[in-house]
């Protein structure tokens, strides 16, 4: 353990108060310990919890565990995603204006969704794995060559951009610009991220942006600009296919369209994998047997991937909104109410993972919902984010003699995103 970053499963040890639990307040997010205290009691006491919400919201259903959540998950006819996916309440004009690939459902979320799965798939992504090496090596050369440095930066947000600038055929100079728009878009409740801070007022003016953010509009004008460039031509990239293919459903992209899933790709194709791969290389930290136990046989590094997955959690959770009254965990969910699967929780839930505060990367029949659970929604990048993860680690540990903290590790402020910061550390090399 570190002094800078404390072990869940001793925090966890001691009760939270059902009362003391408040979801909606983002300051109990920084410190890395108080949501693992909070979904557990909420497992426990009120797996499907009402939580209200300051104005101009109007509270939520927390869903936290494994079974409900997976249950939620699946029935987009109950529970749809089409009254948006974070907790911000908007109205039909907003939802005109802001709705993506997340916020649909039925033959459209389909038709939307087919036009880059391939692109997504297996046979094009392992293609990539000899890039992808190459990449790899590239990053740790430059990272592991500084002795002491901030892990975040030099590795974690420097390898899945240099992946996202490649898949959509942009060069690497743009990359620190791909890489500002998702903090500033991601941590839209975060002062040290955040032009506008979510429901200031000052956010009101940026109201039909997604996020709230006015970073949203440098995204557009660079994603237009890209697909101006590309329409009528051959390319393979993901714009190229974006402005150049109609959908199934036979309804071509509108230009709002087009600039929705343009954002999407560039914050998902970033932050998730950014994310879970800085949370791995800490939970290493914290548990060295189990970083020894990788350098000793690198064949359970595929198989650690998925305990990497399940314990970062980079995502804490998405939102539905019920479209008819339901029973749920023995709660009345009202019709228009929402309803949140918070995928933190279902993945430290102790009726599906043995130990689920121990970090164990010979973990078997690891079921964890980071993705998705049977969900038409299931994360469309899922492949692309495990290979990337597989092969960084894969690369890495056999050149790490020691690798320890040097400071603190501050977290994103905000219940949406379970993200890092800085990770600061310093490396003995192999």
């Not at 009760?15 to 890395?32: E, S």
């Not at 393979?236 to 509108?254: A, F, M």
């Not at 305990?307 to 479209?323: C, G, I, K, N, Q």
Request: charged share 25%.
């Amino acid at each position: 353990m570190t002094p800078t970053a404390p072990l869940v499963s001793e925090a966890v040890r001691e009760p939270l108060p059902l009362a003391d639990v408040d979801l909606a307040d983002l300051d109990n997010f920084t410190d890395g310990v108080t949501p693992w205290r909070m979904f557990h009691t909420l497992r426990h006491e009120d797996p499907v919890h009402w939580q209200p919400e300051e104005s101009p919201n109007s509270g939520f259903w927390a869903v936290t565990r494994h079974a409900d959540i997976a249950r939620v998950d699946r029935d987009a006819e109950t529970f749809t995603s089409t009254r948006f996916v974070n907790l911000e309440e908007v109205d039909d004009d907003q939802i005109a204006r802001r709705a993506s690939l997340l916020e649909l459902d039925g033959v459209r979320h389909r038709a939307l969704r087919r036009l880059l799965q391939r692109q997504f798939g297996a046979g094009v992504i392992n293609s990539y794995a000899d890039f992808l090496r190459g990449l790899t090596a590239t990053t740790l050369d430059a990272a592991l060559a500084k002795g002491s440095f901030d892990f975040v930066k030099e590795v974690s947000a420097d390898f899945p951009i240099n992946v996202l600038a490649r898949l959509l055929d942009v060069p690497p100079e743009d990359n620190q610009r791909l890489i500002d728009w998702g903090n500033r878009i991601i941590g839209n409740t975060d002062p040290d991220y955040a032009d506008v801070l979510l429901h200031s007022a000052e956010s009101e003016r940026y109201r039909d942006l997604p996020f709230r953010s006015p970073a949203s509009l440098e995204v557009f004008a660079y994603g237009r600009e890209l697909a101006r460039r590309r329409r009528g031509g051959t390319g393979t990239d993901l714009v190229s296919r974006l402005v150049n293919e109609t959908p199934r459903d036979g309804v071509p992209l509108s230009p709002q369209d087009f600039d929705n899933y343009f954002l999407l790709l560039v914050v998902a194709g970033n932050e998730t994998t950014r994310h879970t791969i800085t949370h791995a290389m800490l939970a290493l930290l914290q548990h060295p047997e189990q970083l020894a136990r990788l350098q000793e046989d690198p064949s359970l590094i595929p198989g650690a991937v998925e305990e990497f997955l399940r314990w970062a959690s980079p995502v804490y959770h998405f939102r539905r909104t019920a479209t008819r009254d339901v029973e749920l965990g023995g709660r009345h969910i009202q019709e228009g109410d929402k309803v949140v699967m918070w995928f933190a929780s279902g993945n430290r839930d102790e009726e599906v993972f043995p130990d689920p505060y121990g970090f164990d990367v010979t973990r078997r029949d690891n079921d964890h919902v980071t993705f998705g659970k049977g969900s038409p929604h299931l994360c469309l990048g899922n492949l692309l984010a495990r290979t990337e993860i597989r092969i960084l680690f894969e690369e890495l540990i056999p050149r790490l003699s020691d690798i320890h903290l040097t400071g603190a590790v501050p977290r994103v402020r905000s219940n949406f995103v379970n993200g890092v910061k800085r990770l600061p550390v310093e490396v003995t090399l192999a």
